[in-house]
């Protein structure tokens, strides 16, 4: 199975700050014949189900604000949130879709600082 | 609007079974691959199951291997997971996820329905 190791645990940014979030998968996830990393982020707020904000390592959702960027490639990959709103805090996870089980990463949770 | 609506989850004993149920709608069920993930109290993300569109791929995590069993019925709209042999580590709310077939990501996901197994 690929692990997905996500850092740090928790992170407390201050309004208007960046946000770096990082994700590595035990192997790598990049289909090199389609040259895509299959690697998504998801953003989970309280008492809500995930929604991706990233796909293919660096494509943003539709309706996602651009202050949300994913990069990245192989085994190393990061979120960032280039300036942290409050409606931000949430639990983020990056998930491999490269292959079965399709593993999570533990997740970050974002707070204000 | 796309929806996924799941139902079918509740209080059950450690051995028993259950039957969980992802009702779609606002999209073409029959195009996407399902998967069934879930999120026990307070902790992470797990997958669980996955089914292509016409139910010729089925996965599962080794965790759940033997006990539980995905399907779908297109015509119905609908995403099941059958669950037997329940233990009390499958406690957790479960989600219904839509995935693009094409793609293989993960774009959209239901709700939850919660399965607390005790005794």
């Known amino acids: 199975d690929i692990v997905m190791t996500q850092s740090p645990d928790s992170l407390a940014v201050s309004l208007g700050e960046r946000a770096t979030i990082n994700c590595k998968s035990s192997q790598s996830v990049l289909y090199s014949s389609k040259n895509k990393n299959y690697l998504a982020w998801y953003q989970q707020k309280v008492g809500q189900p995930p929604k991706v904000l990233i796909y293919?390592?660096?494509t943003r959702e539709s309706g996602v604000p651009d202050r949300f960027s994913g990069s990245g490639s192989g085994t190393d990959f990061t979120l960032t949130i280039s300036s942290l709103q409050a409606e931000d805090v949430a639990v983020y996870y990056c998930q491999q879709y490269y292959t079965t089980p399709r593993t999570f990463g533990q997740g970050t949770k974002l707070e204000i600082k | 609007e796309v929806q996924l609506v799941e139902s079918g989850g509740g209080l059950v004993k450690p051995g028993g079974s259950l039957r969980l149920s992802c009702a779609a709608s606002g999209f073409t069920f029959s195009s996407y691959n399902m998967n069934w993930v879930r999120q026990a109290p307070g902790k992470g993300l797990e997958w669980v199951s996955y089914?292509?569109?016409?139910?010729?791929?089925?996965y599962y995590a080794d965790s759940v291997k033997g006990r539980f069993t995905i399907s779908r019925d297109n015509a119905k709209n609908s995403l099941y997971l059958q669950m037997n042999s329940l233990r009390a580590e499958d406690t957790a709310v479960y989600y219904c996820a839509r995935e693009i077939s094409s793609d293989y990501y993960i774009d959209f996901w239901g709700q939850g329905t919660p399965v607390t197994v005790s005794s």
């Open positions: 293919w390592a660096s």
């Open positions: 089914i292509s569109t016409s139910s010729s791929y089925i």
